[in-house]
Nanobody, 125 residues
Framework: QVQVVESGGGLVQPGGSLRLSCEVS????????IGWFRQAPGKEREGVSC????????YYADSVKGRVTISRDNAKNTVYLQMNGLKPEDTAIYYC??????????????????WGRGTQVTVSS
């Protein structure tokens, strides 16, 4: 059974940084395409970033481009989301999701099969 667990969220001041981790158990990340999503109160879940399994191609939402970097360490079955220059509008629950076939549209939540429970990120002074 594949399980996905996020960690690394917390409270940070505007302009600060956080690194989120997504650990996949029950399978190796080599075969999984991994996406990060977030959901703020009263808003729909939105795609933040994705990294593919075959060639490590990365995708980013326009709202985070230049501030966020996704990477993977297959030896640790872990994908990271490094977030810099955080803004109050980045406040949300961040979810990690996994799927074996490369998603046709990386930012669509319905493309992913396995989800974590999320980690809260709060950006506030």
């Amino acid at each position: 059974q594949v399980q996905v667990v996020e960690s690394g969220g917390g409270l940070v001041q505007p302009g600060g940084s956080l690194r989120l981790s997504c650990e996949v158990s029950g399978a190796t990340t080599d075969y999984y395409n991994i996406g990060w999503f977030r959901q703020a109160p009263g808003k729909e879940r939105e795609g933040v970033s994705c990294i593919t399994s075959n060639d490590g191609t990365t995708y980013y939402a326009d709202s985070v481009k230049g501030r966020v970097t996704i990477s993977r360490d297959n030896a640790k079955n872990t994908v990271y989301l490094q977030m810099n220059g955080l803004k109050p509008e980045d406040t949300a629950i961040y979810y990690c999701a996994a799927v074996i076939p490369p998603p046709s549209i990386w930012y669509l939540a319905s493309e992913y099969d396995y989800w974590g429970r999320g980690t809260q990120v709060t950006v506030s002074s």
